[in-house]
Structures are given as C-alpha cells and as structure tokens.
C-alpha cells in the first residue's frame, strides 16, 4: 500500500506539538490510512517530537503545556488539603494514620480491611517530616498534639502529590499507546476530573492506587506491542504494588493477562501456545512477590485476614439498612459515574469506550477487560462507594485520550491541521469547563470552616467541663462535633425526661437530608418537645434556602457534595444545640 506522509510545518509551535501525527498527502487511485492508522501500524507513536531544529520550538510548547496541565491540576489537589484541620472529618484516614504511625517494632497494621502499602508510605513520610524537624529518635512527638492533626496534614499532602505526578504519567502511558494529542488529552481530562481531584487531598488509599495503576497500564501497553520480558516484569510489578495499596485493583490482573495474548498473537503465537508461555506465569509470579513484599501481613497474619474479610462479607453481600444507597448497573451508570466526573465528561469515556471496542488498536482488549472487570465487581457489590470509580479511571481517561486523538486526526486531513487544533482545544474546554468549575467550588467549599467545627469551638465556649450532653442519633458520630474525650459526658437522647434523669442539661443534634442515614436528627416528636421545653441556643445550617438539593454519595459520611456544591455556604450537617429550661 503506497502511503506518502509528511510532518505538518512548524509555523505555530503549540499546535505542531499538539498534532504531532503526520498529515496526508494525496495520491491519485492510493488508498488513505488515517494518521492514527499510520501510527499504529509503525509503532507507538514518539512521546516527544524528533530533536531537530524545527522540533525545538514544538518540544518547548509540549513541555510548557504538559507543566501547565499538571500545575494546575497539582493547585487543585494540594488546595484545602487542610479540611476541617485540626480536626477529622474524611472517614477511613483514621485506619490509615494510625497504623502508619504504630510501625515501630512491630509492622503488622493489625488489620485487613486495607492492604498495607499506603500505610507504609505514609509511615516513611511522617518518619522523614519527623526527623527533618528534630525528632530523629521519637518521630511520634511531633505528632503529639491536637490528636495527632499534623499527621493527617502530612498524609494528605502525600497522596496531593501523587496525584499530581500522576498527569504527567499518564500523558506518558497514552501518548505511548496512541500519540502526542491523546498524551495531552488525557492529561487535560485527569487535572480536571472532579473525583480524582476530591480523592487526592486525603490521607486514604485512592490516590496512590490510581498512580501505580496508571504507570502498569503503560507497561501493558508495552506489552501488547513489543511482548519484552521487561515489559512484562514491570507490568506485574506494579499491579502487584497497586493491588497492595487497594485490593480493587486486582482486575487488572484481567488486563494483564489480555495484554500477554495480544502480545502472543501479533508474534504469530496460537491461543494455546499463549497458554502455556512462561511469560504468562512468571509476570504472575512477579505480581504475587510484589504484593507479598508489599502488605505481607496479609499472608503472615492469616487469621486476621480472614476475621476481617468475613466481617466486610456480610456488607458485600447484603449492604447496610441505608434507604438512600444503591448499587447495580443503573447505579453506576445514573449515579455514581456522572455525579464523580460531570455527565459531558462521562459522554466522552462512554464515547471512547465504544470506539476501543469498535477499532480496537493494540493495548485496548487489555484496558476494556480492566474496566469492565472493575465495574462488574462494583455492580456486584451491595456496599460501594463512588470512589471506587477511581480503580477503571485512568484506564477509562486513557481510551478518552486515544479517541480524541482519533477524532482530531480525522479533522486534519477535512480542515488542516490549525482549524483541526483550534477546534479539539474547544471541545475539550467546553466538556471539561463543569468539571472544573466543580473543582473550584469544592476547594473553596473545603477551604471554610466545617459546622462540626464550629459547635465544637461553641460548646468549649459555653457549656462547662463535665457537663451531660444528650445528643441524637448518638450512635453515627460522622456528623457530631468532635468533642475533647473525657472533657463531656454524651447519652442518648431519647426524651426530655430521660436527658433530665441523666442530669442533661444540653440537647445536641446533627441532621442532614441528603446523608439521613449519618445524619437523620431528632424526630418529629423529640423536635417538637425541644422546641417547646428547650431554648434553641446554636443552629450551624450549612444548606442555602431554596437552592437545588446538594448530591452526595448517600453510603459515604462525608459531607461535601460533588453536585450543586454552591448549595451549600460550608461543609458539614446542620448542628443544632439546644438549652433546657
């Protein structure tokens, strides 16, 4: 097939580095692969343009754009880092910080529910903040007070920062799978989308995940084109340690074993001879080592392991009494995936999902079997989180960057190669401009003071040590001030007779519609009681009067919403206080 390409001029630096994909010169009576076909049938396409003098100017532009991509999205993440501080209000930090703060002597986190490699990160994080600040022999005195509020800064800050590298990995993975525009693609669509930047400010485990997951999803690429053992090492390395870090990642186990047939089948290999490669059992056996390296007291603390993972099986297989929560394909696809990333946003991975299936180019078999393996195993599930749509993310971003990248050099070859750029750039603007805007008002919501913190500083104020506070619903804390242990003394609310028996003086309350199950208040009966018998003394209302209802995930006790975030003036339930007469 006769095709003659050449390299688009330099005249405009920015839009060369862009479109670094060869445009078409016409041949009477010869058959025209698109640019993308081309790249594919050569190769990968280069992560960089070639060194020469003309390249010069569009490699600047691309390392300026790329810099400013993950600069920003880096002020995205490490802003409001310091939520609710010195206080705690993301649920699940408390496992993480204080087992990475317990590793001393004894390196079994004691717990299963999360495999240990963030915590072990997170305790060479503290250990080195610890020592650079004087405390070479007792790292742990530096995090002696306000309950151990620095640590959680620390932690955050960590996770800010690998979600930040994780932009310009992956402009590596998906120029390396589809070119240059679907690198820059990617990196583009990843700084802005609003889960990955909420996910990243805290002390958890998503973070990191996505991060690991992202540089092996590079290595299954490799994989699929070149079938090095290199290749296949370093992919079962890195899902080992992703794996070690969020057990959900395990699909891309999935991945990786699609990736080893693609690979097999382009060197000429049969689906048996594929088989029974060495390849196959030994990039297996990397990802064992790598997990086992990883988290070991997975293995050598058996009898946790299981104690806990028959605990969290009950939750898996029946959920929580939680009317507000769902699961299930309506669920993730109603839900979960437009209210994490914005419903253009998800038309787009939808998009190129259907065209990875539909033009499949080597690499993306591998990354639909990851994410469909993801999102039957959340589907599945009674008790999930809209987190959990991290783990198929950057997969999902990565084809998204592929199609864009398919698309714009299809408009090269219709209306050139400027018209072509101008255009992508503006699409791209337009379906990432909500994510955005959602982004800043989730920093600027987070950046003000929780109405849990608030009652906290108020009851310190007002109601003497040692006081009896009755407080509703006092078995879900998410919502309650974060009161000084043994400073007050809480029961149960039940009645006003009941608060007076237990020497109450002090109502306290937490309610939130959006989050009843966290947060459901007094009842009708005990409110109206309260109102009659009781002087309303503080009322933290974080909802704005009139304004669309705030969308939350209903099974996640945080309350800060991804949706209609303007809707609320500060993060946190309604606190009310009441003072009996």
């Not at 190129?352 to 990354?367: E, F, K, N, Q």
């Not at 750029?421 to 919501?445: E, G, K, T």
Request: proline share 8%; hydrophobic share 50%.
């Amino acid at each position: 097939m006769g095709l003659n390409f050449h390299y688009a001029p330099y005249r405009l630096p920015w839009a060369a580095a862009l479109v670094s994909l060869p445009s078409k010169t016409v041949e009477s009576a010869t058959p025209v692969a698109s640019p993308l076909d081309v790249a594919v049938i050569n190769g990968p396409a280069p992560l960089m343009p070639a060194p020469d003098a003309r390249a010069r100017p569009a490699t600047l532009g691309l390392m300026m754009g790329l810099a400013l991509l993950t600069l920003v999205g880096g002020w995205l993440r490490f802003t409001a880092t310091s939520f609710g501080w010195p206080d705690h209000y993301r649920p699940d930090e408390e496992y993480m910080i204080s087992r990475a703060l317990d590793f001393q002597n004894d390196w079994n986190p004691h717990f299963a529910l999360y495999p240990a490699a963030q915590m072990y990160v997170q305790h060479a994080a503290l250990w080195g903040y610890g020592a650079l600040t004087g405390h070479r022999h007792d790292f742990r005195a530096a995090y002696g007070a306000d309950a151990q509020a620095l640590a959680y800064l620390v932690a955050r800050r960590v996770s800010a920062a690998m979600g930040t590298a994780t932009i310009p990995v992956i402009y590596l993975t998906a120029a390396y799978g589809f070119g240059i525009p679907a690198g820059l693609s990617a990196a583009a669509i990843l700084a802005f989308a609003t889960l990955a930047v909420r996910e990243s400010k805290f002390a958890t485990t998503d973070s990191a995940t996505v991060l690991w997951l992202t540089l092996a999803l590079w290595f299954v690429f490799r994989m699929a084109r070149r079938g090095q053992l290199a290749d296949y090492v370093a992919a079962g390395a890195l899902t080992g340690l992703a794996v070690a870090t969020k057990y959900p990642a395990g699909a891309l186990v999935g991945g990786l074993i699609v990736a080893h047939f693609e690979a097999r089948a382009a060197h000429g290999q049969s689906w048996l001879g594929g088989l029974i490669s060495p390849r196959l059992y030994f990039m297996g056996l990397v990802c064992f080592l790598v997990f086992f390296c990883s988290t070991p007291y997975f293995f050598l603390d058996w009898a946790r392991t299981v104690a806990d993972f028959n605990y969290q099986r009950g939750y898996i297989l029946y959920g929580v009494p939680n009317a507000q929560a769902g699961y299930g394909w309506g669920w993730l696809w109603l839900h979960a995936m437009p209210d994490s990333l914005s419903w253009p946003l998800l038309a787009l991975l939808a998009l190129a999902m259907a065209w990875a299936v539909l033009r499949p180019r080597p690499g993306t078999w591998a990354l639909m079997a990851f994410i469909w393996l993801t999102f039957l195993g959340m589907t599945q599930s009674h008790y999930v989180f809209y987190r959990y749509v991290m783990i198929p993310l950057p997969a999902m971003v990565i084809l998204a960057g592929g199609f864009v990248a398919a698309v714009l050099a299809r408009l090269q070859m219709w209306v050139g190669t400027h018209r072509a750029v101008a255009a992508i750039v503006l699409a791209l603007a337009v379906l990432l401009s909500p994510a955005a805007i959602r982004d800043v008002q989730l920093d600027r919501l987070l950046g003000r003071c929780d109405t849990r913190s608030l009652a906290h500083q108020w009851i310190d104020a007002h109601v003497p040590p040692g006081s009896v506070i009755a407080a509703t619903a006092p078995t879900t804390p998410y919502g309650k001030p974060p009161l000084e242990w043994g400073r007050y003394q809480i029961v149960p609310f039940v009645n006003l007779a009941f608060a007076r028996a237990q020497g109450a003086r002090w109502v306290m309350s937490d309610s939130f519609p959006p989050l009843a199950y966290y947060s459901p208040g007094p009842t009708p009966v005990q409110l109206v009681e309260l109102n009659r018998h009781a002087m309303l003394r503080l009322d933290e209302n974080p909802l704005v009067a009139g304004a669309p209802t705030p969308v939350f995930d209903p099974n996640d006790a945080f309350y800060a919403p991804l949706v209609h975030i303007d809707s609320m003036t500060r993060p946190g339930p309604r606190v009310r206080i009441w003072q009996l007469n």
